[in-house]
């Protein structure tokens, strides 16, 4: 079983800054991919951006240049910096990894951000 947490998030002025955490744990040795998703009120869930353990990083084009992912395989965690944050970007952001083919979700976090 794997389970993966979320950590960061709250409330922030517009251009302001935020860095959210994510590790998955459990019977796992490294996950395919990790990435993060985000959903606000009312919306579909979309993707924030994408990082697997090989290959390219992958962004939304609404997050490019402002926001950054990375991860630290030795803890099977990754970060989403958010940079510049505007109000559009207010929503709940959601970890995921896939593991052997399984996609498996964090809990979320809030994210606000205040003009």
């Known amino acids: 079983q794997v389970q993966v947490a979320e950590s960061g998030g709250g409330s922030v002025q517009a251009g302001g800054s935020m860095r959210l955490s994510c590790t998955a744990s459990?019977?796992?040795?490294?996950?395919?991919?990790m990435a993060w998703y985000r959903q606000a009120p009312g919306k579909q869930r979309e993707l924030v951006a994408t990082?697997?353990?090989?290959?390219?990083?992958v962004y939304a084009d609404s997050v490019k240049g402002r926001f950054t992912i990375a991860r630290d395989n030795a803890k099977n965690t990754v970060y989403l910096q958010m940079n510049s944050l505007k109000p559009e970007d207010k929503a709940v952001y959601l970890c995921t990894a896939v593991v052997c083919f399984k996609q498996y979700w964090g809990q979320g976090r809030q994210v606000t951000v205040s003009s």
């Open positions: 459990g019977s796992i040795f490294n996950p395919d991919v």
């Open positions: 990082i697997p353990s090989l290959g390219s990083i």
